[in-house]
């Protein structure tokens, strides 16, 4: 198969690095912009994102860079009360880039830093229609549908649950404990 002409670089790998305090306007830009967040989500978005640049160890935020642009985003962290399990809190895309595998690449950078140090990361995305291409970007992912709750976020709008294992001795859960 032949590529289209700027197909290359459209599938050109992005730059990832630690999220910095000045990327909070794009931050915002790329979840207010991915098209699936309500209004009410973002301020708790870039909660989140600031507490991970301002060096709260609950969370790990990662920025995917293009052309010297932030081109998306994900956080992470260890759940509360748990051994080794991670919560992916957000990931988004700016939309002009979907389709690049600029997501893949931030979920890969996730995954890779937990290997070894976790045994499980849980998605929670939403049950509406319009997030069915999240979810197929999940399973297409590894990521397993482990539980739905209906009407979860409003009616009509279920809490679906993905769970990835990670390979991780039993030694290292011992020393968690």
């Known amino acids: 198969m032949i590529a289209a002409p700027g197909a290359t670089s459209r599938l050109q790998a992005a730059t990832l690095r630690p999220a910095r305090a000045e990327d909070r306007a794009a931050i915002e830009a790329i979840t207010r912009d991915a098209g699936v967040f309500h209004d009410d989500e973002v301020p708790v978005a870039l909660e989140v994102f600031d507490a991970a640049v301002g060096g709260d160890p609950s969370y790990v935020a990662v920025v995917a860079e293009r052309g010297g642009r932030a081109a998306g985003w994900v956080c992470w962290g260890a759940t509360p009360c748990t051994r080794g399990t991670y919560d992916m809190y957000w990931l988004a895309v ?7 595998g600029i997501g893949s690449q931030l979920v890969t950078e996730m995954e890779r830093r937990l290997n070894g140090v976790g045994r499980l990361i849980v998605v929670e995305t939403a049950g509406r229609p319009d997030y069915a291409p999240t979810r197929a970007f999940y ?23 993905y769970v990835k294992s990670l390979v991780r001795s039993a030694d290292s859960l011992e020393e968690d404990g």
């Open 94 to 100: 700016d939309p002009v880039q979907h389709g690049a």
């Open 139 to 161: 399973e297409a992912r590894g990521y397993a549908r482990s539980a739905t709750i209906p009407d979860f976020y409003a009616p009509g709008d279920d809490l679906v649950v």
